[in-house]
C-alpha cells in the first residue's frame, strides 16, 4: 500500500533550522508532483512547496528564500530544508503525493519553533 512517513520534526528556537524528510513507498515516485503542506491550530492546511519529477519547484511566499525543497528519485525522498526558523512556522507539517489519478498523504509532523 502506499506510505508516506516523514520525520525530522521537533522544537527548535526561533533563527534555527530543521529538515524534514519524507519517506514514500507504494508509488511510482517519478509519476508524482511532492510537496510539504502544514495545518496550525484553528488553520487550514497551506501549501508550502511543490517539486515535480523534473526538479521545477514553487514555494509560498511566506517561506520563499527561507525552505529548501528537494527529491531524491533513486531514493524515493523528498525533503524540506528549513532556515531562519520563526514562530509562526510552527505547525504540523505533510507530505503530499500528487498524480493524474490520485493524491496520498503522510501522517504529519510536529515543528514548534519557540524560546
Known amino acids: 500500500q502506499v506510505q508516506l512517513v516523514e520525520s525530522g520534526g521537533g522544537l527548535v528556537q526561533p533563527g534555527g533550522s530543521l529538515r524534514l524528510s519524507c519517506a514514500a513507498s507504494?508509488?511510482?515516485?517519478?509519476?508524482?508532483?511532492m510537496g510539504w503542506y502544514r495545518q496550525s491550530p484553528g488553520k487550514q492546511r497551506e501549501l508550502v512547496a511543490l517539486?515535480?519529477?523534473?526538479?521545477?519547484?514553487n514555494y509560498s511566499a511566506s517561506v520563499k528564500g527561507r525552505f529548501t525543497i528537494s527529491r531524491n528519485s533513486a531514493a524515493n525522498m523528498v525533503y524540506l530544508q528549513m532556515n531562519s526558523l520563526k514562530p509562526d512556522d510552527t505547525a504540523v507539517y505533510y507530505c503530499?503525493?500528487?498524480?493524474?489519478?490520485?493524491?496520498?498523504w503522510g501522517q504529519g509532523t510536529q515543528v514548534t519553533v519557540s524560546s
Open positions: 503530499n503525493a500528487k498524480s493524474a489519478t490520485s493524491t496520498y
Open positions: 507504494g508509488i511510482i515516485f517519478s509519476s508524482h508532483l
Open positions: 517539486i515535480d519529477r523534473f526538479g521545477t519547484i
